[in-house]
């Protein structure tokens, strides 16, 4: 069975940096888009980041400058490095791969959360003032 399981998160002060890692058993060459989601308490999830097969990235606005996502060279390992924390940034974060449909690709599909088949369990990320 395919699986992505974080690890990574944790508590740290306004300012601080975390380093989220995801690491995935879907098969090497994987799916077209791998990214980071995330969700607060009493809030909808939220795209964070997203990295597609030729490598492309793209940010939400809220972590443009702030976060990098990258995956290694089999795409069997995504990292999420979270510079300049805010407690705003205080969330669960989720990493996801899709889509396991055939079909058109293209990159602004992997903002979208419908297109992710695999989700992991989460890693808590605390950010305190």
């Known amino acids: 069975q395919w699986q992505l399981v974080e690890s990574g998160g944790g508590s740290v002060q306004a300012g601080g940096s975390l380093r989220l890692s995801c690491a995935s058993s879907?098969?090497?060459?994987?799916?077209?888009?791998m990214a980071w989601f995330r969700q607060a308490p009493g809030s909808g999830r939220e795209w964070v980041a997203s990295?597609?097969?030729?490598?492309?990235?793209a940010y939400s606005d809220s972590v443009q400058g702030r976060f990098t996502v990258s995956v290694d060279d089999t795409r069997t390992s995504l990292h999420l490095q979270m510079n300049t924390l805010k407690p705003e940034d205080t969330a669960m974060y989720y990493c996801?791969?899709?889509?396991?449909?055939?079909?058109?690709?293209?990159?602004?599909?992997?903002?979208?959360?419908?297109?992710?088949?695999?989700w992991g369990q989460g890693t808590q990320v605390t950010v305190s003032t």
């Open positions: 996801a791969a899709g889509p396991t449909s055939a079909g058109l690709r293209w990159h602004g599909m992997c903002a979208r959360d419908e297109t992710y088949n695999f």
């Open positions: 879907i098969p090497a060459g994987g799916l077209y888009c």
């Open positions: 990295i597609t097969r030729d490598r492309t990235t």
